[in-house]
């Protein structure tokens, strides 16, 4: 199985014409350096150094947000994977009642913003909620008996809720393209069923479950929102305290990059480990025939896919429902053009971040260097940072930039001309790719990983050129890969708050953005309208992605 | 390519669509859609000034404003509280206004000393307690609620608030730091539950019974009350012995480099007379600055109180310091 990468590696030394392996690598730096930038604008905040502020976090604050951290992190990991990886070995491998829905409805929750159900979630639940309101009625209890939700299990409970279709889906994709043959010789070799799946499937679809997992961990980190609705202090809350409460935006970025450091070191520790061992599969994907789960075993799988389904999706989409209705009367002609922008926004980014994921992957696996790998990590890296500080630095660097190109036009022609990227969209579309390149390159490379160098040596012995194997080869047996990561940027986009809210051009407003206008006001039952709505949006792609992939 | 030549191409290019501007007013405001939209239209139909504005936080808006600098497009600011608006005022993004109108609309101790913002609206923080278990007899003062008799009893929103941060800051700038520290640390101790992420799920917990009292910015008591007419809780207006009421504001200045500056302070003298404040204010059953101007009805039902004649811009000078004083009494 083990296959050396970097076939290409004597084309590339010709003199006097760029080789396409060289047009790789520099492709992949020019994206590195479009997420370095405002990266690198967070990681100047080094130069100034204030200790007062990290002396007080560190001497009040600190400890337990770091103990918190780690527990909100660990449990995500456990909680995505033991839904996610058995949800979706149960959907692709397996026959049982209501298999068929399912496959699609547990990618639904993936529409759902982790604040919307971090606030159902509370509202229902806690203290005041109507359960334990309606128990305590119905029992005769004392006030006093009570039961706590705003907690360290909470947090992770709605975070895994909402994170786990990272899993489901990459990890579902991984199972698609393994086919049936891969367990089979496994079973035929005398494994047992247990055997052959943690032995034979599970290894071969650790990439994309690694890339899953990786990306829900990131904005577990990243999160803001759901774990405000907590009131659950992490990294995030001090970055944002800094920022926010002490107006010292300069040690808000010392932490962030901290943030940053620390996921950087952990993707690097991963793929190392990944490097040892290499995962393709033999062609015989696609068609299959699913193993039929009978008795008990059909009723378990099917309860645990519901079970899920109606935890993650089904009751906080009644709920927001029922208070959507409530607030009917806000509809107006404006959700047009909410509809209308947000997903435009969203099929721009799309478009953009996962052609830039192709072109890394790309680079990354046969014409890796040293420093195309680098450029790979760190154009990854965006994903990783709190949304509101990853939007500083693209605004930032873009109002630098965008300062420097006045001066000059004024210069020249003694006209002051003002802004001219800023406040536009390219300003936004700055953002989301620096953000969601690391969703999008995750699907991506996982598929790339899996496609045998064979296939491509078979194909250029065939004659087929360099450009001619990309578009005849790769790109179609690319395609539940590319249309997953089109997905999901798509809907993070479309989910996206603070990047949106800084840097849209006047009259841009979002769904998100009016979600974020009526919850800032303490207005959920309001915002459930919008939530509604993005739901609705957020479902087409999901669907469409499905009656292409499930086939 | 002569140099003239290469600017006029590269400015008549990008520049076509900025160029039509009739009269603007381009504004930053934290200050939510909803409340101010309509203003906006109104001022729109009435003076033929068209006003174009993004939303957000303060935070990131202020942040967008200093890297833009001089070539801004925004003319103005509003946040929705004065913490904000001192510092958008230190980091020099404003600019000094001279105005008769604005001096004569806005009280002294609601609005910049030196005049680089004004207060539109009045937010007052107070207790709110369970009618069935609490009497107003039992209650004085935001210092009392500090008292062991109120042990498992109080209920909070959380410190991360700038609301929150704004009481404590005048506590500060009141008591000294090691008395409000006492204070805050007393709340800590007297706490029900852990501090909740807004005004509304506070006073929820004390209508199931989960507390007694909480503190809380009128306008979420009035939204509830809308709600529930027949809620059992009611509004208790603070230290009118001592200090009065809390007083915060969602205010405004024009900015350093507006493009449009006559505009905007034609806006913001506007939005402090008296054909706006009544809508201003009352839109979110705030109470309006201009003492001409007389609450809405729901309000004015609430009864006239004593309010904290502090400036308000101490409550951006101290807010640094009341969050640390807070994380240290471990008010999350």
Redesign the interface.
């Known amino acids: 199985m083990a296959d050396t990468p970097a076939l290409d590696l004597g084309s590339s030394r010709r003199v006097g014409r760029v080789a396409p392996d060289d047009l790789w690598r520099w492709a992949a730096r020019l994206l590195a350096v479009s997420v370095l930038i405002p990266l690198a604008v967070i990681l100047g905040s080094w130069l100034y150094f204030d200790p007062g502020v990290w002396s007080h976090l560190g001497a009040t604050v600190l400890p337990q947000l770091l103990v918190n951290t780690f527990w909100l992190v660990a449990g995500v990991a456990v909680g995505t994977l033991l839904l996610g990886v058995p949800l979706a070995w149960l959907t692709v491998m397996c026959e049982f009642p209501g298999r068929r829905i399912l496959d699609w409805a547990l990618m639904l929750p993936f529409a759902l913003p982790a604040y919307v159900l971090a606030f159902v979630f509370v509202g229902v639940l806690d203290f005041a909620g109507p359960l334990q309101v309606g128990l305590r009625g119905l029992l005769g209890l004392p006030p006093a008996w009570s039961f706590e939700v705003r907690n360290t299990l909470g947090v992770i409970i709605v975070m895994t809720l909402v994170l786990y279709p990272y899993v489901y889906m990459l990890a579902r994709v991984a199972f698609l393209g393994q086919g049936q043959s891969a367990y089979e010789a496994g079973r035929s070799l005398g494994l047992g069923p247990w055997a052959a799946f943690f032995r034979v499937s599970l290894p071969m679809a650790r990439p994309a479950i690694i890339a899953g997992l990786s990306l829900a961990l990131m904005e577990a980190l990243a999160d803001f929102g759901a774990v405000s609705v907590f009131n659950f202090d992490t990294f995030t809350t001090a970055i944002y305290k800094s920022w926010f409460g002490f107006f010292d935006l300069q040690s808000a970025a010392q932490l962030a990059s901290i943030l940053l450091t620390i996921v950087l070191v952990a993707l690097v520790v991963e793929r190392r480990f990944r490097d040892r061992a290499r995962y393709t599969e033999s062609g015989r994907g696609g068609a299959q025939r699913r193993m039929r789960l009978g008795g008990r075993r059909a009723i378990a799988a099917s309860l645990f896919g519901w079970g899920v389904f109606v935890l993650a999706f089904a009751a906080p989409a009644l709920r927001l429902a029922t208070w959507a209705w409530g607030a009917v009367g806000d509809l107006d002609l404006r959700y047009l053009d909410l509809f209308v922008h947000t997903l435009s926004l969203g099929v721009m980014a799309g478009v953009l971040t996962v052609s830039a994921a192709f072109v890394l992957a790309f680079a990354h696996r046969y014409h890796a260097d040293y420093s195309t790998a680098l450029s790979v990590r760190i154009s990854t890296l965006g994903y990783a940072l709190p949304g509101s500080v990853l939007a500083v630095g693209v605004m930032l660097s873009l109002t630098w930039f965008d300062n420097r190109l006045a001066d000059t036009i004024e210069w020249l022609s003694g006209e002051d001309v003002g802004l001219v990227l800023s406040g536009t969209v390219v300003a936004l579309l700055m953002a989301y790719f620096a953000r969601f390149l690391a969703v999008a390159y995750g699907p991506v490379d996982s598929s790339l990983e899996r496609i045998r160098p064979s296939i491509r040596d078979a194909a250029r012995s065939l004659g087929a050129g360099q450009w001619e194997t990309v578009w005849r080869v790769y790109l179609p047996m690319l395609r539940p890969g590319l249309l997953t990561a089109g997905l999901l940027v798509l809907v993070d986009v479309m989910k996206e708050m603070p990047a949106t809210l800084l840097l849209r051009p006047f009259g841009w407003d979002t769904l998100a953005v009016r979600i974020y206008e009526l919850t800032s006001e303490g207005e959920w039952e309001r915002a459930a309208l919008p939530a509604v709505a993005l739901l609705l949006v957020g479902l087409l792609p999901v669907i469409m992605l499905v009656r292409k992939s499930a086939h | 390519m002569s140099?003239?030549m290469?600017?006029?191409l590269?400015?008549g290019t990008?520049?076509a669509p900025?160029l039509v501007s009739a009269e603007e007013v381009?504004v930053y405001s934290a200050r939510?859609?909803?409340?101010i939209k309509p203003l906006f239209d109104r001022y729109t139909e009435e003076t033929g000034v068209s006003i174009?504005?993004?939303?957000?936080?303060?935070?990131?808006?202020l942040?967008?404003l200093r890297?833009?600098?001089k070539?801004?497009?925004a003319d103005m600011l509003i946040t929705v509280d004065a913490g904000n608006l001192w510092?958008a005022a230190e980091s020099g993004v404003l600019a000094k206004l001279d105005s008769p109108v604005l001096d004569a609309n806005v009280p002294v101790n609601l609005r910049d000393p030196e005049g680089r913002w004004f207060g539109l609206s009045e937010r007052a923080r107070t207790i709110v307690y369970s009618t069935e278990r609490v009497t107003p007899a039992q209650l004085s003062s935001y210092e009392d609620l500090a008292d062991p008799k109120w042990r498992g009893k109080l209920c909070l929103r959380?410190s991360?608030k700038?609301y929150n941060?704004s009481l404590v800051a005048t506590l500060i700038a009141r008591h000294g730091e090691e008395k409000a520290e006492q204070i805050v640390s007393g709340w800590v101790a007297n706490l029900a539950?852990?501090?909740?992420?807004?005004?509304?799920?506070a006073m929820?917990?004390v209508?199931?019974?989960?507390c007694d009292v909480t503190i809380v910015n009128t306008y979420?008591f009035g939204?509830l009350q809308n709600k529930q007419p027949d809620i059992k809780l009611a509004l208790f207006w603070a230290n009118q012995d001592s200090s009065g009421v809390h007083i915060n504001v969602s205010g405004a200045g024009v900015t350093r480099y507006a493009k449009h500056p006559e505009a905007a302070q034609r806006l913001l003298e506007w939005l402090s007379s008296e054909t706006a404040q009544a809508e201003f204010a009352g839109s979110n059953m705030e109470f309006p600055v201009n003492s001409k101007v007389a609450a809405d009805e729901t309000v004015a039902a609430w009864g006239s109180f004593k309010a904290d004649e502090l400036n308000v811009n101490e409550a951006g000078r101290l807010?640094?310091a009341a969050?640390?004083l807070m994380?240290?009494a471990g008010y999350?």
């Open positions: 140099r003239l290469f600017s006029v590269l400015a990008m520049l900025t381009v939510k859609e909803h409340l174009s504005y993004i939303t957000d936080k303060a935070g990131p808006l942040q967008r890297a833009e600098g070539r801004t497009p510092h959380t991360k700038v941060q539950a852990a501090p909740f992420s807004n005004d509304t799920k929820q917990a209508e199931a019974g989960q979420y939204r807010q640094a969050i640390r994380d240290r999350r």
